[in-house]
């Protein structure tokens, strides 16, 4: 039991909550740290070729900067997961804590530069961001939800449809996709909001949201592995 997976119920409230971080960090990247999404790999490629096109060196430099901070990201997730069993599992708490670690140092350095980081400072924020995101995208592939995702929903979204307009039935499957979709907006409603009420706290709360889901998947597995 050292090593207890968590019930797939859990596991999708998780993902959840997952999301509205990755909506929050979004609204703030977008808004303030060049354009670029830090999960969002496609609309980066399509703001890189606006930038090669146009030409804008600052947008090419942004989104460059976030698809790879989103590669590395990818990368020390897989790598610190490793061939385990699918399922959350202790490790997988392990690797959202460094999405966690990554997040702070993103607070910290907003904080740092009262809230309006520029130039390279930018850059180096928005390139930890898209390796938190890349390390949320590897925890939650790997969380045993089949086809989840807390970063990238278009597929998510497409799912929905399809199943609701060929096999209305089974509405109740869409459930926790339409869960993480509707917390990825909370999440950047949340966000953009926030950016305007208390800009210097914007970035704390997608790591705020991020420590709630690691701290209550550690308490749940506490807990399955006291039961009798």
């Known amino acids: ?14 993902l959840a909550v997952l999301a509205a971080a990755a ?19 496609t609309g980066n490629l399509v703001q890189l070729g606006r930038g090669i096109a146009t030409p804008d060196g600052r947008l090419a430099i942004s989104a460059t900067t976030a698809v790879a ?18 399922g959350w599992h202790r ?9 966690l670690a990554l997040l702070a140092g993103v607070t910290a350095g907003w904080l740092a530069t009262d809230g309006r980081p520029g130039g390279g400072t930018a850059w180096l924020l928005l390139a930890v961001a898209s390796m938190a995101m890349g390390v949320q995208s590897v925890v939650t592939v790997s969380s045993g939800i089949r086809g989840a995702s807390t970063t990238y929903l278009t597929g998510t979204l497409t799912s929905i ?16 996709g339409a869960a993480r979709l509707a917390a990825l907006l909370c999440g950047a409603t ?15 709360l997608p790591a705020v949201l991020v420590a709630a889901a690691v ?14």
Do not use: K, N, Q
């Open 190 to 204: 949340v966000g953009a909001l926030m950016l305007r009420i208390a800009p210097l706290w914007a970035p704390a």
């Open 69 to 86: 901070g989103y590669i590395l990201g990818v990368a020390a997730g897989s790598a610190g997961l490793g061939h385990g069993r699918v």
């Open 215 to 228: 701290v209550f998947a550690a308490l749940s597995a506490r807990r399955r592995m006291e039961d009798p």
């Open 23 to 41: 909506g929050c960090l979004d609204a703030v990247c977008v808004s303030r740290l060049g354009g670029p999404f830090a999960s969002v790999i």
């Open 161 to 176: 449809v399809r199943t609701l307009t060929s096999e209305p039935y089974r509405f109740a499957t869409t459930a926790g």
């Open 1 to 14: 039991m050292a090593h207890a997976v968590l019930p797939e119920r859990l596991v999708v409230r998780l």
């Open 91 to 99: 490790r997988t708490s392990l690797i959202a804590a460094i999405e």
